[in-house]
């Protein structure tokens, strides 16, 4: 239960960082309050999954699945560049995440 805690406070870090874009483009309160939501539950899901897993672990595979999906999003929506470099480095960003776990 705790991975799919770690996972979907992941996924919330991904949809609150498309939150902080989307406010910035549109300056509007949807926006900040889903914000608001989606880092709040996303901070929720990280606090009960790091009653089980390893504190380090844990911030490793949320930092990751937050930026990489960030980075995935804004390659998606927004436009941003998806030279095949970002997408080894992105890569890169999963797979240290992965090989913590791994070794822990």
Same mark, same amino acid.
């Given at each position: ?37 989606? $880092?709040? !539950?996303?901070? @929720?899901?990280? &606090?009960?999954?790091? +009653? ?36 080894? $480095?992105? !890569?890169?960003? @999963?797979?240290? &995440?992965?090989?913590? +776990?791994?070794?822990?």
């Amino acid at each position: 239960m705790a991975w799919i805690s770690l996972i979907a406070a992941g996924l919330f870090e991904m949809f609150g960082v498309t939150m902080i874009n989307k406010l910035h483009r549109d300056r509007n309160w949807k926006a900040f309050i889903l914000l608001i939501l989606g $880092f709040g !539950a996303s901070f @929720l899901f990280l &606090a009960f999954a790091m +009653k089980t897993l390893p504190m380090g672990t844990a911030y490793a595979i949320w930092t990751g699945i937050g930026a990489s999906g960030g980075a995935i999003l804004g390659m998606i929506f927004y436009g941003e560049s998806k030279n095949w470099k970002r997408i080894i $480095f992105i !890569a890169m960003v @999963l797979g240290s &995440a992965i090989g913590l +776990k791994l070794v822990s």
